[in-house]
């Protein structure tokens, strides 16, 4: 059934309740896994992913999956991101070969999966790409840094949970970076299809809204507007983007207020169990 925002712009609330420029709820916790370098758990709204962190350590030989980003002069940060098969309404169905996937549940059931696989093989790319040039890699040549995404819960603004998971867990680590990066979604009002440029802007899409609106998710370093990541999967008008583009950073600055509240936290805990 095809999303109704007709009702948005009049109540000004949307199916959940909030209004155009509110997050969804956002819990988080680190130091969560102890035999981890660094880890983390986060929930905005329902999606949850849980993220550990190990090294950085003797760099390994690399393989063909995961995302990697670096070289011998610095370390090289290497993503692994794995879905749960509970995780969205689609099963995810499992088996040891692409051959042996396609005759034992046909051909319609293996290109969802292979389109999951590609959607798996983005997300390690980008988050790669974005902490590669955030963390100070070059305190740790040849070395490899490994970040380990499990995602539990789908319900829309998946990459921004993962940037946002590993920062925590980067920072439970120990390893320096310039700053935080943080990430939210923003989205339009209305599809693509109704030509709408003066559609309202939205904040933090939940999973129904993501399958429904055009949308992009942005990540920031710092408290700064400084974009270190940009996607954009769907087609808008040119008109709406810098709205879209505005609200979501004005979104990434709340959600760096709440991260930073989680480390800070941690910190004032970890003080208060030494001293005593």
């Known amino acids: 059934m095809p999303l109704d925002t007709s009702t948005y712009a009049l109540a000004l609330l ?11 709820r956002i819990h988080a916790q680190i130091s969560i896994q102890a035999a981890a370098d660094g880890s983390s ?19 390994r ?20 991101v794995s879905v749960a098969g509970f995780s969205g309404v689609d099963r995810k169905r499992r088996g040891r070969g692409d051959k042996a996937l396609e005759e034992l549940y046909g ?20 988050i790669a790409s974005a902490f590669s040039t955030t963390l100070f890699t070059n305190l740790y ?24 998971a590993a920062t925590l867990a980067l920072i439970d680590a120990g390893i320096p ?17 109704s030509n709408d440029e003066s559609a309202d802007p939205l904040l933090d899409l939940n999973g129904i809204e993501e399958q ?11 408290a700064k507007e400084k974009v ?8 808008v008008q040119i008109g709406r983007v810098e709205g879209m583009l505005a609200v979501g950073v004005d979104g990434c600055k709340q959600v760096r207020e709440i991260l930073d509240g989680v480390v800070r936290r941690q910190r004032k805990r970890i003080m208060g169990s030494t001293a005593s």
């Not at 758990?41 to 992913?49: C, H, I, Q």
């Not at 030989?61 to 692994?80: H, N, Q």
């Not at 429904?212 to 710092?222: A, C, D, K, N, R």
């Open 14 to 24: 949307r199916l959940d309740g909030r209004r155009w420029n509110e997050l969804r």
């Open 41 to 59: 758990y986060l929930e905005m709204g329902n999606t949850k992913v849980l993220c550990t962190v190990a090294g950085p350590a003797e760099e």
């Open 61 to 80: 030989r690399r393989g063909t999956g995961g995302g990697v980003a670096g070289g011998d002069e610095k370390a090289s940060v290497m993503v692994e």
């Open 107 to 126: 051909s319609s059931s293996w290109k969802g999966a292979d389109r999951r696989s590609k959607r798996t093989s983005e997300l390690q790319s980008t």
């Open 141 to 164: 040549p040849r070395s490899t840094i490994t970040v380990s995404l499990h995602v539990l819960a789908q319900d829309g603004s998946l990459l921004a949970a993962c940037l946002n």
């Open 177 to 193: 970076m310039v700053d935080y990066i943080v990430a939210c979604t923003a989205g339009s009002t209305s599809a693509y299809s």
């Open 212 to 222: 429904e609106l055009p949308f992009l998710t942005v990540g920031t370093v710092g």
């Open 228 to 235: 270190s990541v940009l996607i954009m999967e769907t087609r």
